[in-house]
């Protein structure tokens, strides 16, 4: 172990070098102030980097990230990022960004059981209910799988819009939009699933195109 942590402390000097080497105020800038326009709610999957997929450095992306990128009402750490970001930084965009070959979707999709947090992937389970339909008229197993990893980035979106922060913060005439994408790990490409909500009336839109479609 301590060797790996040499090595982390070796990179880390390098990479802060560089970074220095590139701008010689780049750290004193950021210690002051992080002025983020951005709140990126991702998977916590090592191989979808927030900041590295978007080429953001750092002070450019306010980052959350959990397992399957959920968004729960009752859990207070998400929701704490969420407020900080809308209320004191002053984001405009939330961004949730799910990615095919999510694990955390594909074991509730069959159904595994790895503990603890199959009660945090109930959650998945709740958005393919949801979907029944919609999904079970895909044939194809693995686009299946695809379907419900864009559904579920969908639902998180809506779960954003639906606090109380964004709420009250449309109330207030803020400019705050929230927006789905999702990550494919095959070619490295971001997709936009086309939801964005910026107000109350997209809400309704977008659960009037659910209706529309039959689920
Ligand atoms: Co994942």
């Not at 299946?144 to 979106?157: A, G, S, T």
């Not at 005439?173 to 107000?199: E, F, P, T, W």
Request: hydrophobic fraction near 40%; include cysteine; glycine fraction near 6%.
């Amino acid at each position: 172990m301590d060797n790996k942590i040499e090595v982390l402390l070796r990179k880390n000097k390098e990479w802060a070098k560089s970074v220095k080497t590139g701008d010689p105020d780049f750290f004193t800038k950021l210690t002051n102030v992080q002025n983020p326009e951005l709140l990126w709610i991702g998977c916590s999957d090592s191989r979808v980097p927030a900041n590295e997929i978007v080429g953001l450095l750092p002070g450019e992306l306010f980052v959350h990230r959990n397992v399957a990128n959920l968004v729960v009402q009752t859990d207070l750490n998400c929701l704490s990022v969420i407020q900080y970001a809308v209320d004191v930084l002053k984001v405009k965009d939330i961004i949730v960004c799910g990615h095919y070959g999510c694990g955390g979707v594909h074991s509730a999709f069959v159904n595994n059981k790895l503990g603890l947090i199959d009660n945090w992937l109930r959650n998945i389970k709740d958005v393919m209910e949801k979907y029944q339909k919609k999904l079970s008229a895909i044939k194809d197993e693995e686009k299946r799988l695809d379907r419900l990893c864009e559904l579920n980035v969908m639902e998180q979106v809506i779960n954003v819009a639906q606090t109380t922060i964004l709420e009250d913060a449309w109330n207030r005439g803020q400019n705050v939009a929230v927006h789905g994408l999702i990550y494919s790990l095959k070619d490295g490409m971001l997709r936009d699933l086309n939801v964005c909500i910026r107000n109350f009336s997209d809400i309704t839109e977008f659960y009037n195109n659910i209706k529309k479609a039959g689920k």
